[in-house]
């Protein structure tokens, strides 16, 4: 099918729900031919999924969805797919504005648009997704980041077993989305709260797009192109390129990067201290106890999860190199060290009143010492495995 006529969708979300319905009239206002799709969740536990369908001239369509499996994220899944594509075949529409439930995570619902299948049709054959917007209230960045809620305490959870805060999806929404639609605070105009809220959205993306909105700007910069296989390595902790040092409105960004491995007792005794001490850090690590392992540090609000992400390169013969991506090999090439291949600590912490120097004293107070260090792999690998527990065992 010619590009041409392929249906153009842009995906909104975010956490505020009131700037993401402000964000989603200003699509549909300001595009000619625009259609909105929205799942609502809110009765999600008794048994179903209110679907809306509407256009700048109103109601086109509603309907109540079954749960698949008592799983309303599965349901909306399931039904998202062929309501874009009877979209797409009716012709009538100019663009599809999906608008995602309070707390859904943008990156899977978008690869499921993108690369997924209905009535027998693959989606990228009728549609394309043109961007990725999450709307969001600056005044509530901040203390949204520093607070331990679940989502389901606010009924903003998609699931039953979601166990997801508030800090961890505001952070992947923000992270994940090409463009921020900002919602106006005309009353707290010029005030630190305002402008802490701003700096933290720099600082967690500093190569989103930003857009006011009440500015009539939106409809043109949504619709600027969205590259699903460039977003999906934005955030893959293995390629990821992690926020730069910063210093704005009392928050900062600290990028701490070393090459020698940390020591897994040392760490994990001071994961208290670590990870409360930012509203967000991320970043890939390693363990002397697993050389061999990439690790991802992904902490928001008090909440950390460390994921297993493969091996690093230099782990790997030659040949094993070509299974790799080519963006992740010349990553590698590029910053590649004599003693310790592509193996490094690269962690970054925000925080509004960050102590970017006690920070980088217990981090470094972590890794092996000279003589630790002289013991080499085989000495490593006896040291106390105390990431035990968030870990698979050591092989």
């Known amino acids: 099918m010619p590009e041409s006529s392929l249906l153009p969708v842009v995906v909104v979300g975010g956490l505020h729900e009131a700037a993401r319905r402000q964000a989603v009239q200003e699509l549909l206002d300001g595009c000619e031919g625009a259609v909105l799709l929205r799942h609502d969740l809110t009765a999600a536990d008794e048994g179903r999924v209110h679907r809306l369908v509407r256009d ?13 499996n008592d799983c309303p994220c599965c349901a909306l899944r399931e039904d998202l797919l062929p309501e874009l594509l009877l979209i797409a075949e009716a012709g009538r529409h100019r663009l599809a504005v999906v608008e995602l439930w309070g707390g859904t995570d943008p990156h ?18 009728v549609l394309e997704v043109v961007g990725v917007v999450t709307a969001v209230d600056p005044l509530r960045v901040v203390p949204e980041l520093s607070v331990s809620d679940q989502l389901s305490d606010h009924r903003l959870h998609t699931c039953a077993d979601d166990e997801r805060t508030l800090a961890e999806a505001l952070a992947c929404q923000i992270e994940y989305a090409d463009l ?43 619709r600027a192109g969205f590259e699903v296989a460039a977003a999906r390595d934005r955030v893959n902790p293995a390629l990821a390129l992690l926020p730069q040092a910063a210093d ?24 208290d201290q670590l990870v409360p001490a ?6 890939r690590f390693w363990l002397a106890n697993r050389p061999d392992l990439l690790l991802a540090w992904d902490a928001a609000g008090a909440n950390l ?5 493969g091996p690093w390169l230099v782990t790997l013969p030659d040949a094993a190199w070509e299974l790799y991506p080519p963006v992740r090999r010349a990553a590698a090439a590029l910053d590649w060290d004599a003693v310790h291949g592509d ?33 080499g792999e085989t000495g490593w690998k006896a040291l106390p495995d105390a990431f035990e527990e968030l870990l698979d065992p050591v092989a």
Do not use: K
């Open 305 to 309: 999860a460390v994921a297993e992400c």
């Open 248 to 271: 704005e409105a009392g928050v900062a960004t600290l990028v701490w990067e070393r090459r020698r491995p940390l020591h897994p007792e040392r760490l994990y005794e001071a994961l």
């Open 278 to 283: 930012a509203q967000r850090s991320r970043g």
């Open 108 to 125: 899977p619902m978008v690869e499921v648009i993108a690369e997924g299948e209905a009535g027998g049709r693959r989606m990228d054959e």
């Open 56 to 68: 700048g001239s109103g109601l086109l369509g509603q309907a109540h969805v079954p749960l698949t």
């Open 180 to 222: 921020l639609a900002v919602a106006p605070s005309p009353e707290a105009a010029g005030s630190a709260e305002l402008h802490a809220g701003l700096a933290m959205l720099r600082q967690l993306h500093p190569t989103a797009r930003f857009v006011r909105l009440g500015r009539r700007a939106l409809a043109g910069a949504a």
């Open 343 to 375: 193996r490094v600590q690269q962690l970054s912490f925000t925080a509004e009143g960050l102590d970017a120097d006690g920070i980088v004293e217990l981090l470094d107070s972590c890794l092996l010492t000279d003589a630790e260090l002289a013991a």
